[in-house]
């Protein structure tokens, strides 16, 4: 069965402490992994999409990288306004769209 | 700008009434989506469209229903049939199968 996890549930860090968020996912033949940013009350914000494992993106604080089994969401000495959900997604060889249920980051100053 | 405007921001549904939210794109995007999002579950596919005037349900899709007249417009209503509606709705685009979507800033729906 596709699947995606995302672990922690929430993180809470201070202002400077880099950390990684998780997704870890099994699927039959995997076409694209997306990861969105969602603050409270809106809708998800894309960030990155990496198609295969090796694969990096960057974005101001924020990494995503790509194996065979899961992503990660670097995040570098980040920011208040770094606090959000953080979602995972991917799509399957068949073109199901699967969301993981969030990270919630917050990050303290 | 390009982008989703989901109308209302907030809506309020009496037992037994059907509700209507709108979603319109300015994308030029061939596919758009519905979906569901409740307190600690991902999102929830409910309906979506790859072309005017075809839908496709999604994993949810009992008590919704959609229409797809023009490639702008995707509106979701939520019938009397759906006892749980309380949720927020998210309507999504994309440029096709394989890219990620453009989100609308979302409907709450509450039921009173």
């Known amino acids: 069965e596709d699947q995606v996890t995302q672990s922690p549930e929430a993180l809470r860090l201070q202002e400077g402490e880099s950390s990684s968020l998780n997704c870890s996912y099994t699927?039959?033949?995997?076409?694209?992994l997306f990861w969105y940013r969602q603050d409270p009350g809106k809708g998800p914000e894309f960030l990155f999409t990496?198609?295969?494992a090796g694969e990096e993106k960057e974005k101001e604080r924020l990494k995503a990288t790509l194996t065979k089994k899961e992503s990660f969401l670097h995040i570098t000495a980040p920011k208040p306004e770094d606090s959000a959900t953080y979602l995972c997604?991917?799509?399957?060889?068949?073109?199901?769209?699967?969301f993981g249920t969030g990270t919630r980051l917050k990050v303290l100053a | 700008d390009g982008g989703i405007t989901q109308s209302p921001k907030y809506l309020f549904r009496k037992e037994g009434q059907n509700v209507t939210l709108s979603c319109e794109q300015n994308?030029?995007?061939?596919?758009m989506y519905w979906y569901r999002q409740d307190p600690g579950q991902g999102l929830r596919l409910i309906y979506y469209?790859?072309?005017?005037?075809?839908?496709q349900k999604g994993d949810i899709a009992e008590g919704y229903s959609v229409s797809r007249e023009k490639k702008e417009s995707f509106p979701l209503t939520v019938t009397s049939a759906q006892k749980n509606p309380t949720a927020f709705y998210l309507c999504?685009?994309?440029?096709?199968?394989?890219?990620?979507?453009?989100f609308g800033s979302g409907t709450r729906l509450t039921v009173v």
């Open positions: 990496l198609y295969s």
């Open positions: 994308l030029n995007h061939d596919a």
């Open positions: 999504a685009s994309n440029k096709g199968p394989e890219n990620g979507y453009t």
């Open positions: 469209s790859q072309i005017v005037n075809d839908f």
């Open positions: 699927v039959s033949g995997l076409r694209g």
């Open positions: 997604a991917l799509i399957s060889g068949t073109y199901k769209y699967i």
